[in-house]
């Protein structure tokens, strides 16, 4: 066995009701005077912040938007400056830990992040910013938060169908670190982990999302596939979603929930062991096959087709995913990911190809 593991985590506090140690948690960081981050729609998430941290609270900065335009974060530097705050706290999901992600970019700026989705941003030294239609991503130690909250309490409000599809997003993440070009043995021991976990518990809070013990253990698996995510490559799946959302502005869960099973059936039946993990942490033969069910199961969009892509875009995405080389654990050529695309577009079960 030979390997290299290189997971600088954060520091992490979990647990129902973890939100009220944010004021001891800014005490460690040494940060007296915060602008605190939010998307519109969770502004009352951010005056929950507000509230807790009182004084320490220079104000609220609810602007977040998916992607990271670079507008945003040049709006969001300004108010900064202004205001001369030593850092942030950013309550929300992936575009709002994006959000603040850019600015430790360009400045010191120490944040703490309290994501109330299951996107796993927070754990990944990953950033974004979009300009003019393209989305650039880079990696860099700087832009992880120094500490991350996880108060399953906040995700209660997480609309269902955004629970399911923002699941699967973590899912996902699980899938391509256990064959990743530099998988280790840490990371695919939380990335199977986290994939039973989200499977067992994804279903449940379909049918019951104001159990808190099972977003609870939504939560979890969130956190294991961020830090799975965070300590690996990845490859086709993230690829191809990444110029769907990127170049034809597909929302991010939605896309990443149709094209999984899809990037699954292409690349587990290459990679045994990622195969079998897979399989095992789904509980079933054809791993493929189940998560494509859990997708329906879930009531979430089975197409790109109904997130509103266009049938003609098809050729235009096979050539922009297979343009520029990158690692994959089978080799990628464009008519093959056409045909890959055209499945997922209609919604078809995924087939070997
Ligand atoms: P999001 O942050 O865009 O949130 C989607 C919507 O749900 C927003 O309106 C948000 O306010 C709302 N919301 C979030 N939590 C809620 C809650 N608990 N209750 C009610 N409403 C809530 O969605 P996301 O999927 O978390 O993040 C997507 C973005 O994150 C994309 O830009 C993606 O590229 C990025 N991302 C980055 C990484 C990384 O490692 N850099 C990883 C995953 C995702």
Redesign the pocket.
């Known amino acids: 066995m030979e390997f290299i593991c290189d997971m600088l985590a954060s520091r992490v506090v979990f647990g129902v009701g973890s939100l009220k140690r944010l004021p001891e948690e800014l005490d460690r960081l040494s940060l007296s005077r915060v602008l605190v981050f939010?998307?519109?729609?969770?502004r009352d998430?951010a005056e929950q912040v507000v509230a807790l941290i009182g004084s320490r609270a220079a104000a609220v900065f609810d602007r977040?938007?998916?992607?990271?335009p670079t507008e945003t974060q040049s709006l969001a530097l300004a108010e900064v400056k202004r205001l001369g705050v030593q850092g942030g706290i950013a309550i929300?999901?992936?575009?709002?830990?994006?959000l603040c992600?850019a600015l430790a970019l360009e400045m010191d700026f120490p944040f703490v992040a309290i994501?109330?989705?299951?996107?796993?941003?927070?754990?990944?030294?990953?950033?974004?910013l979009t300009a003019e239609g393209a989305?650039r991503?880079g990696r860099d130690a700087r832009v992880r938060p120094r500490t991350v909250i996880y108060d399953p309490t906040?995700?209660?409000?997480?609309?269902v169908q955004?629970s399911g599809?923002?699941g699967m997003?973590a899912i996902a993440?699980c899938v391509e670190a256990l064959y990743a070009e530099n998988a280790n043995p840490v990371a695919s021991l939380m990335a199977e982990e986290g994939i039973r976990v989200l499977a067992q518990n994804l279903p449940r809070i379909a049918h019951s999302p104001a159990n808190l013990e099972v977003r609870t253990e939504a939560l979890y698996g969130a956190w294991l596939s961020?830090v799975a995510?965070?300590s690996v490559g990845m490859a086709l799946h993230h690829k191809l979603c990444?110029v769907l959302?990127g170049s034809f502005n597909l929302p991010?869960?939605e896309t990443h929930t149709i094209v999984l099973p899809h990037a699954a059936a292409f690349n587990l039946p290459v990679t045994p062991e990622a195969h079998a993990r897979t399989a095992r942490a789904l509980g079933a033969d054809e791993p493929a096959q189940a998560l494509y069910d859990l997708l329906i199961s879930l009531g979430a969009p089975p197409a790109l087709k109904n997130l509103g892509m266009k049938e003609t875009d098809l050729d235009r995405a096979a050539q922009l995913a297979t343009r520029d080389p990158y690692y994959n654990p089978r080799p990628v050529t464009e008519p093959v990911i056409r045909t890959l695309l055209d499945n997922a577009y209609h919604g078809r079960r995924p087939t070997p190809l």
């Open positions: 939010s998307t519109p729609e969770q998430h977040a938007v998916m992607h990271v929300g999901g992936g575009s709002t830990t994006g992600k994501p109330t989705t299951y996107a796993g941003s927070e754990m990944t030294p990953i950033w974004g989305k991503t906040l995700t209660l409000s997480l609309p955004l599809t923002s997003n993440h961020g995510l965070g990444h959302g991010h869960a």
